[in-house]
């Protein structure tokens, strides 16, 4: 045909030829497909009829693939007395209800992304797959627990000694549908919430500073857990990963958090020797608050006192800050806001966690930038685009599979499901 119409026509765009020669392809590609799985004497095991089985030698099944609908003929057992039937083949090959491995991995991987309409139409553009959004939300709820626990496992923890092993851990919240929300307190004027928390832990490693002496993040050592389980099981998830990623052959271990109290006490229980930092940025902001409360919103000394104490935050001075904040609060007597006096506490409670000046001079990070970056990108980017509302079951299974992605494990994780690599071919040296 090309032939044809560039004799006719002369030689043309070449995107017409490309789109013909794929789909010329994909249906080589099915007609191949169904006769390798027609072959007769295709070892499967536990092919053969069971007491109480009766077998149907030739039951067809569609089934759909990245090449598009074949058609499955194989034996199908039926044990009447269980109504059960089993096709020994389809379990061979990994088939999803009616769906090959393939086309499930790469239906995740494209909803993992961005919404499931999103997806089925860019799985049309970019493969001539055909598969509705629906039925990729479907299989997504199926695998998605098969991809959790492989990155529960992985490779295993590194021989050699890690300079320094850094562990962040934070929340954002999801929006769920109304029955999610049933009886949960939240930030809403009437007390109710409009969403779940969704807690994230990265994993990171540090095996130098650069030339000023400013640490730096090892490229692509970040790895991500996320869940919506009560802290005390998402600290034991967090503590699992870091000893995947080998925290037991890390020189020093720091964990960086804001000041909630469910943070700490998760390090309190799974990393009780860790170096703890609290966050830079968030002692800043309750600064910022505490300044304006002590001088008045917006006015010169609050924002002159707001400059020297964060100098003195930085120099390993916050015990002094903490002692001339309460002269400022006594001096103001009744007329002080009470909110001022947890603001104090704040900082006293804290006191141990910001020693920033020894922070950097030992080379350290001491903000939770990539965790807090994480909740954006692993979680805000696909949970909490307009108009989503979730169950936390599918909330749960489409996190699962952006911490794969995001941890840069996807290809590892469906390998291992799959054993994907088994016949590919190698490019010559």
């Not at 077998?55 to 194989?74: D, N, S």
């Not at 940025?281 to 006015?299: D, M, N, V, W």
Request: hydrophobic fraction near 40%; include cysteine; charge should be positive.
């Amino acid at each position: 045909m090309v032939r044809e119409d560039f004799a006719r026509q002369g030689v043309g765009n070449l995107e017409a030829v490309e789109l013909g020669l794929r789909q010329a392809l994909l249906k080589d590609g099915r007609l191949l497909l169904e006769q390798l799985l027609q072959q007769a004497d295709l070892s499967v095991p536990n092919n053969t009829s069971r007491p109480g089985e009766k077998c149907h030698p030739r039951r067809a099944k569609p089934v759909q693939t990245i090449f598009g609908p074949v058609k499955l003929r194989r034996r199908y057992f039926y044990h009447a007395a269980s109504r059960r039937g089993r096709a020994p083949l389809d379990r061979a090959l990994g088939l999803i209800n009616g769906f090959s491995p393939a086309l499930v991995r790469l239906s995740a991987r494209a909803a993992a992304r961005e919404g499931y309409e999103a997806a089925s139409q860019d799985l049309k553009a970019l493969g001539d797959i055909e598969i509705e959004g629906r039925q990729i939300q479907r299989l997504v709820n199926l695998v998605a627990p098969q991809v959790a626990a492989q990155l529960q496992q992985g490779q295993t923890a590194p021989i050699d000694p890690l300079p320094v092993m850094y562990v962040e851990v934070d929340g954002t919240g999801v929006p769920m549908v109304a029955d999610e929300l049933a009886g949960r307190k939240g930030k809403q004027p009437d007390g109710t919430a409009k969403t779940r928390e969704a807690k994230l832990g990265s994993i990171f490693t540090q095996t130098r500073c650069d030339e000023e002496g400013l640490p730096e993040r090892d490229y692509a050592s970040t790895s991500y857990v996320g869940s919506f389980e009560p802290a005390e099981a998402f600290g034991l998830c967090v503590r699992d990963e870091a000893r995947r990623r080998g925290v037991g052959c890390a020189q020093k271990v720091v964990f960086i958090g804001d000041g909630a109290s469910w943070i700490w006490e998760l390090r309190r229980l799974n990393f009780p020797n860790a170096v703890e930092i609290l966050d830079l940025y968030h002692a800043l902001e309750h600064l910022h608050l505490l300044c304006e409360g002590l001088y008045g919103p917006q006015s010169r000394w609050a924002r002159k006192m707001e400059t020297t104490w964060t100098d003195m935050f930085k120099n390993d001075r916050v015990g002094q800050v903490i002692a001339s904040a309460r002269r400022r609060l006594q001096d103001l007597g009744t007329q002080a806001p009470k909110s001022l006096a947890g603001q104090i506490a704040y900082f006293e409670h804290h006191q141990h966690r910001m020693l920033y000046k020894t922070y950097r001079q030992a080379g350290l990070f001491y903000g939770s930038g990539v965790v807090e970056a994480g909740c954006k990108a692993v979680i805000g980017q696909r949970l909490k685009n307009s108009g989503m509302f979730w169950t936390e079951s599918g909330a749960k299974s489409v996190l699962d599979l952006r911490c794969a992605l995001k941890s840069n494990r996807w290809d590892e994780c469906w390998g291992r499901l799959h054993d994907s690599e088994r016949l590919r071919i190698k490019a010559a040296a």
